[in-house]
C-alpha cells in the first residue's frame, strides 16, 4: 500500500479520534503554522488583549521568546506553566505587560484545546541543511503549538527505523526550533506497526532504546496502526500523553514519556481513587501494582504521588519504603521528575517531623517519604490522623512484613493504601501449577492487583535481560553423609573451610571468563562486569571476604551487611570486621575517611554503590595505567541481604549464589544481573549456584513461573496452564527468561557458519563477488556474531567440545562443538565482516555497534537507486539489450509490483513516452504513476470478472482507506450501495460483494 494512501488513512481516523484536519495549512510551507498560531492567540486571548490583536512587533517579540526553547524539556515546562496553564510575557506596544497563555494542560478535550491536524508541510529555511527542502509527513498541533510529528512508511520499501533516522536527521538540520520547539513526541506508523518516543534533547541522544511499541490494558502488543491511533492519539488521550504522561529529567535536562504500561498502572490508581471520591468512601485497601524489577516503577510511583497530591480532598501523600538509604534516593529521583514550582512539596521525613507537618491544616499537599519502620516507630509514639490522605508503599512484598502496616492502618483512619512491587505474594493455585509458601497474600494486605507487567513482558519489551543460571557441586557437598540433617549439613559442609575455599577457587579461576567483554577482533576486555557474592549472614560474608584476601588477591574485592543482620558471632567482632574491610576500601581507593562522616557504614555504602553503578566520580573511562595509578574498579562485592533489592547498575553482570532462597526474594536477587547493556557484551544475567544445586533449578523455575504467571488473584495466561516442569522448561527458554542450553544453540550456529565459509572461505578471506551475496554475507555475519557472542558469555570456549543434547534437551551421550576453530578463527570472521560492510553502500551498511536491530533493519533486501536512476538514464541514451539486462539484474530483488513499475518505464523508454533523464525524485513520481495506472488496470480486470462498472469500482476504490471499516468510512459505504443498487443485488450477494470488494482493496 502506498505511503500517500496510507497518510490519508491515518488522517481520516485521527478525524474520527477528535482532530480537525486543516487542508488549508497543508501541502504549504511551514510559516503558514505561524500565522495560525497568531491566530490562537488572538482568540483565546481576546480579554487580555482587549480586543486588540497582536501586531507585528508584539508577535515577533512572542516568537523571539521561543528562542529560550533549547530543548525539549525547556519547552515542557513552559506548556506546564503555572497553574496547569502555559504562558509568554509580553510587553505591549504601549508599554503593557501580561502572560498570553499558550496551552492549557488541565482543558482536555474542551474549554480552550483546539486540535488540529496538517500534513506534507515544508521547511525551506533551515539553518543546518544542504538539502533545499524538507517535508514532513503529519504534525499534530494543540492550540497551533505543534506537540506530535508523526512519520509513517510504507511496509514494502523501508521500516520503522529509517523513519527513525528520518526524525534525527530532522533535527539535525534545526527543524525543531521556534514554533516546532514544542515537539514533545514523535510517532512511527506504518499498516502493521507503530512505536513512539519522546523528542531527544538534541540530534546526538537518539537511542532506539527509547523507542516503545504499545501494550493495551491487557498487555497485548498493538500492532494495528489503527488500533494504535485510537489507543494512543486520540483526543483526550494525546492530550495527556504529551502533558500528564512526561517526565522532565532535570537532572540530564531531558524528556521522558512514560510506557503503556505505566500510563495504565497510573490510570487504574487514580480511576480507583475517583470511584471512591465520587462515592465519598474512603477504603483503606486501594490495590497493587505488580511491575517487574527493572521495569520503572520509580517513575510510575512518582507520576501517581504528584497526581494524588493535586486531588483536592487529599491533604498529603505518604510514600513510604523499608531502607533510609531508598528514601533519600527515591526523594533525589522525585525532585529531578518534578517540575520546580513542586519540587518544594517533596520533603524526607522522620516521625518528629511528620507529626509536626501533619499538625499544619492549612497549605498546599505534600509528598512526604520515610521508612515503614520510623512511621511505625512514631504510630507507637502517639501519632495518628484522621485526615484523607493517601499511602503508597515501595516493594511492598517486603515493606508490608509484620504488624507495622496494621499499627499504621489503624493510626491513619482516612488513609487509602497503594502498593508498588516487583514481586507480589500470592497463595499456591494447585490448578495452574503454581506453587507458593505464602501463608499472606499482598492481596490481603492492599486488595485487587491493578495492572501488571511481568518479566516476560519486560523480556519481550527489551527493557531487561533473561537469565543464564548455571550450578556447580563441590566436591566437600558431594561427598557428604546422605543422612545429614539440615543443621548437620550446614554445619559439616556449607561452613565449613574446603566448602568456601572451593566457591573462591571457582569464581576465581572463572573471573575473566564471566566478566570480560564481547570478543572484538579476538580479543575480550578483561574486567568489564561486577560481580555480587551473596552468602548466609554476616559471618560468612567476613568469612568469604578474608579467603578472597588470601586465594584471589589480585582480585578486587569489598564487603558489606546491615546494622540489622543477625547471624553468627557476637556483634562487636563483626562490627571490627567491617570497619576493617572499610579501611582496607578507602586505603586502596583513596576515598576520605568514612570514619569522619555522622553514619560512616552508610558513607562508605554509597561510595561502593556508586562504584558499583558507574555514577559520579566513577563513570570515568580509564587507560590501565590510569587505573594503576588511581583505582576506580570494583571487582566482587560480598554481601549477605543488603543489596540484594532496590540496588540497580547495568554493569553487575553475575551474582553468585551461596544461599538458599525462594520465590520472590529470589526473583529479587536474580534481577540485580538483568539490567540492559550492550546484548553482545551481556545477552542474559548471569546466576551461579553453589548450594544444592538441584533444589535450586527447581526453586528457579518455580520462581519464574510464579513471576510470568502469578497466583490465585492474578488471571493466569491460557496457553501456560497445567504444564510440567520440563514444558515450562522449554517455555521460559523460548521467552528467552532462562538462557538456551549451548548445545542447542551450537547445533544451530553450525549450518549458518558453514553458509558464511560457501561464501568467503574455510579461512573467511574470500570477499564475496556480487553486491546480493555481500548483503546477504553481512546479514547472516552479524547475526551469526551476536549468537556467539551470546554463547561466549554463557562461559563457552570457541574450539572446545561439550556434552551434546537431544531435540528433548537430554544429554544424548555425545559431543559438539562450534565449526570455529579458536578465537583467532572467530575474528577473522569478524574482520571479513567489516571488509564487507564497508564494501556495501553506504545506505546498505548494518550499525555493528547495534546488530540485532541492523538485522532486522535490513531484513529486505534494499536496492542502490541512485544507482538504478544512472542506469536507466544510460539505457535512455542507448536502448540496447545489454543495458536492460543490466537493469533486470539490479532490480531483481524486488517485489513483483515493484520490478514491473519499472520494466513499464523501460517499455515508454523504447516507445518515446520518456525522453528526459530521471533524478530519483522524478522517477519516483513517475512509478507512482505507472502504479496508478496498474492499480486502475488491475480493478478494471477484477471488475469485469465480477461484471460490474469498472469506473463504479475505481470510484468506490478512490474512497477507501486501508484499516477504516465500512461503517466508520460514509463516503466509501454510499458508493457501494449506490452500486449494489444498480446492480440488483440481493440480500446475500450484497454481503458477499462488500467483503470481497474490501478484501481486494487491501491487498492493492
Do not use: C
Given at each position: 500500500m502506498s505511503e500517500e494512501k496510507f497518510e490519508q488513512a491515518v488522517i481520516e481516523?485521527?478525524?474520527?479520534?477528535?482532530?480537525?484536519?486543516?487542508?488549508?495549512?497543508?501541502?504549504?510551507?511551514?510559516?503558514?503554522?505561524?500565522?495560525?498560531?497568531?491566530?490562537?492567540?488572538?482568540?483565546?486571548?481576546?480579554?487580555?488583549?482587549?480586543?486588540?490583536?497582536l501586531s507585528d512587533n508584539e508577535f515577533d517579540n512572542l516568537k523571539l521568546e521561543l528562542t529560550h526553547n533549547k530543548t525539549p524539556y525547556d519547552a515542557q515546562l513552559l506548556l506546564a506553566g503555572a497553574g496547569g496553564v502555559g504562558t509568554l510575557p509580553l510587553t505591549r506596544d504601549d508599554g503593557s505587560q501580561l502572560e498570553i497563555e499558550i496551552f492549557y494542560g488541565d482543558e482536555v478535550a474542551g474549554g480552550h484545546s483546539r486540535y488540529e491536524i496538517v500534513n506534507q508541510v515544508t521547511f525551506d529555511k533551515l539553518p543546518r541543511t544542504l538539502g533545499h527542502n524538507r517535508r514532513i509527513d503529519i504534525m499534530l498541533l494543540i492550540n497551533g503549538l505543534p506537540v506530535g510529528h508523526i512519520e509513517e512508511k510504507d511496509e514494502s520499501r523501508a521500516n520503522q527505523l529509517s523513519a527513525f533516522e528520518q526524525f534525527q536527521k530532522y533535527d539535525s538540520d534545526g527543524m525543531y526550533k521556534g514554533l516546532f520547539s514544542f515537539v514533545q513526541v514523535m510517532f512511527i506508523l506504518s499498516q502493521h506497526s507503530a512505536h513512539y518516543f519522546a523528542r531527544p534533547k538534541n540530534s546526538m541522544e537518539y537511542n532506539r532504546e527509547f523507542l516503545f511499541g504499545w501494550r493495551d490494558d491487557d498487555g497485548k502488543d498493538i500492532s494495528d496502526a489503527m488500533v494504535f491511533i485510537h489507543q494512543v492519539m486520540g483526543i483526550p488521550a494525546l492530550h495527556r500523553l504529551v502533558t500528564v504522561n512526561m517526565i522532565p529529567d532535570a537532572d540530564n535536562d531531558n524528556l521522558m514519556v512514560m510506557r503503556s504500561y505505566q500510563i495504565q498502572a497510573t490510570r487504574a490508581i487514580m480511576d480507583r481513587m475517583r470511584v471512591m471520591e465520587n462515592n465519598h468512601l474512603v477504603e483503606k485497601e486501594g490495590g497493587y501494582v505488580w511491575h517487574t524489577t527493572g521495569s520503572g516503577k520509580t517513575v510510575t510511583s512518582f507520576k501517581v504521588a504528584q497526581l494524588l497530591a493535586a486531588l483536592p480532598r487529599v491533604r498529603h501523600v505518604l510514600f513510604i519504603v523499608d531502607r533510609v538509604d531508598l528514601v533519600n534516593q527515591t526523594a533525589e529521583n522525585f525532585k529531578s521528575f518534578a517540575y520546580e514550582t513542586f519540587e518544594k512539596r517533596i520533603q524526607v521525613v522522620n516521625g518528629g517531623a511528620l507529626r509536626k507537618a501533619l499538625k499544619q491544616k492549612n497549605g498546599p499537599s505534600n509528598i512526604f517519604l520515610t521508612t515503614v519502620q520510623g512511621l511505625d516507630k512514631a504510630v507507637k509514639g502517639g501519632l495518628e490522623s484522621d485526615e484523607r490522605m493517601v499511602i503508597l508503599m515501595d516493594e511492598a512484598h517486603r515493606s508490608a512484613s509484620g504488624d507495622a502496616v496494621a499499627h499504621i492502618k489503624k493510626a491513619f483512619s482516612k488513609t487509602t493504601w497503594f502498593a508498588f512491587t516487583g514481586t507480589p505474594n500470592f497463595y499456591s493455585d494447585d490448578v495452574n501449577d503454581v506453587k507458593t509458601t505464602r501463608s499472606v497474600s499482598t492481596y490481603d494486605v492492599f486488595g485487587q492487583r491493578l495492572h501488571r507487567y511481568t518479566i516476560k513482558d519486560a523480556i519481550s519489551d527489551q527493557n531487561v535481560l533473561g537469565f543464564d543460571v548455571s550450578y556447580y557441586t563441590p566436591a566437600i557437598e558431594k561427598e557428604a553423609d546422605s543422612d545429614f540433617t539440615e543443621q548437620e549439613l550446614e554445619k559439616a559442609v556449607y561452613t565449613s573451610l574446603p566448602f568456601r575455599e572451593a566457591v573462591v577457587e571457582d569464581i576465581?579461576?572463572?573471573?575473566?571468563?564471566?566478566?570480560?567483554?564481547?570478543?572484538?577482533?579476538?580479543?575480550?576486555?578483561?574486567?568489564?562486569?561486577?560481580?555480587?557474592?551473596?552468602?548466609?549472614?554476616?559471618?560468612?560474608?567476613?568469612?568469604y571476604y578474608n579467603l578472597?584476601?588470601?586465594?584471589?588477591?589480585?582480585?578486587?574485592?569489598?564487603?558489606?551487611?546491615?546494622?540489622?543482620?543477625?547471624?553468627?558471632?557476637?556483634?562487636?567482632?563483626?562490627?571490627?570486621?567491617?570497619?576493617?574491610?572499610?579501611?582496607?576500601?578507602s586505603t586502596f581507593y583513596g576515598t576520605h575517611d568514612f570514619f569522619s562522616n555522622h553514619d560512616p557504614e552508610r558513607a562508605y555504602l554509597t561510595d561502593v554503590t556508586k562504584r558499583i553503578a558507574h555514577k559520579k566520580p566513577y563513570n570515568r573511562k580509564l587507560t590501565e595505567d590510569q587505573e594503576t595509578a588511581t583505582p576506580q574498579r570494583l571487582d566482587l562485592i560480598i554481601v549477605s541481604d543488603q543489596l540484594l533489592t532496590g540496588f540497580d547498575s547495568k554493569y553487575v553482570n553475575t551474582i553468585y549464589m551461596d544461599k538458599i532462597l525462594k520465590e520472590g526474594l529470589l526473583i529479587q536477587a536474580m534481577s540485580r544481573t538483568n539490567r540492559t547493556i550492550d546484548r553482545n557484551a551481556k545477552p542474559h544475567g548471569k546466576i551461579r549456584f553453589f548450594r544444592k544445586g538441584e533444589m535450586m533449578e527447581e526453586r528457579v523455575q518455580n520462581a519464574l513461573v510464579i513471576y510470568t504467571q502469578g497466583g490465585n488473584d492474578t488471571q493466569p495466561d491460557q496457553d501456560q496452564l497445567n504444564q510440567d516442569q520440563s514444558e515450562m522448561e522449554k517455555v521460559l527458554i523460548t521467552d528467552d527468561i532462562l538462557a538456551p542450553k549451548k548445545a542447542k544453540q551450537i547445533q544451530n550456529l553450525i549450518p549458518q557458519i558453514e553458509e558464511l565459509k560457501t561464501m568467503a572461505g574455510e579461512d573467511f578471506s574470500v570477499t564475496p563477488p556480487s553486491e546480493k551475496e555481500r548483503e546477504h554475507f553481512v546479514q547472516l555475519a552479524a547475526e551469526v556474531n551476536h549468537s556467539v557472542q551470546r554463547l561466549v558469555q554463557q562461559g563457552y570456549k570457541i574450539g572446545d567440545e561439550i556434552a551434546d543434547v537431544d531435540a528433548q534437551g537430554e544429554l544424548n551421550g555425545q559431543k559438539i562443538a562450534l565449526n570455529l576453530k579458536d578465537d583467532s578463527h572467530f575474528s577473522a570472521l569478524q574482520a571479513r565482516l567489516n571488509v564487507v560492510n564497508d564494501k556495501l553502500p553506504a545506505k546498505k551498511q548494518i550499525d555493528l555497534t547495534n546488530i540485532q536491530i541492523a538485522i532486522d533493519l535490513y531484513g529486505r533486501e534494499i536496492i542502490d537507486y541512485d544507482r538504478l536512476v544512472e542506469l536507466i538514464n544510460e539505457y535512455m541514451k542507448e536502448t540496447v539489450d545489454t543495458k536492460r539486462a543490466e537493469i533486470e539484474k539490479h532490480i531483481a530483488t524486488m517485489t513483483d509490483v515493484e520490478r514491473n513499475e519499472i520494466l513499464d518505464i523501460l517499455d515508454g523508454i523504447v516507445s518515446g513516452k520518456y525522453r528526459v533523464a530521471f533524478n530519483t525524485e522524478t522517477l519516483d513520481k513517475t512509478r507512482k504513476a505507472v502504479r496508478s495506472d496498474q492499480q486502475e488496470l488491475t480493478i478494471r480486470r477484477w471488475a469485469d470478472d465480477y461484471h460490474l462498472s469498472g469506473n463504479a469500482i475505481i470510484e468506490a476504490y478512490e474512497a477507501f482507506l486501508p484499516g477504516v471499516g465500512l461503517n466508520d468510512n460514509p463516503k466509501l459505504k454510499t458508493k457501494l450501495k449506490q452500486i449494489e443498487k444498480e446492480e440488483k443485488l440481493g440480500f446475500f450477494a450484497i454481503a458477499d460483494f462488500e467483503d470481497d470488494v474490501l478484501n481486494f482493496f487491501a491487498k492493492l
Open positions: 481516523k485521527l478525524k474520527k479520534e477528535g482532530w480537525t484536519y486543516r487542508e488549508d495549512l497543508s501541502n504549504k510551507k511551514a510559516e503558514v503554522l505561524e500565522q495560525n498560531w497568531r491566530e490562537i492567540l488572538n482568540d483565546n486571548n481576546r480579554i487580555k488583549l482587549k480586543d486588540k490583536p576465581r579461576d572463572l573471573w575473566n571468563e564471566n566478566h570480560s567483554g564481547p570478543i572484538e577482533m579476538g580479543v575480550r576486555q578483561p574486567n568489564q562486569f561486577h560481580g555480587m557474592l551473596a552468602v548466609s549472614g554476616k559471618q560468612a560474608v567476613v568469612a578472597f584476601k588470601k586465594l584471589a588477591p589480585n582480585l578486587r574485592v569489598a564487603m558489606t551487611y546491615s546494622r540489622d543482620e543477625d547471624n553468627g558471632q557476637g556483634s562487636s567482632d563483626l562490627q571490627e570486621s567491617l570497619k576493617t574491610a572499610m579501611q582496607d576500601y
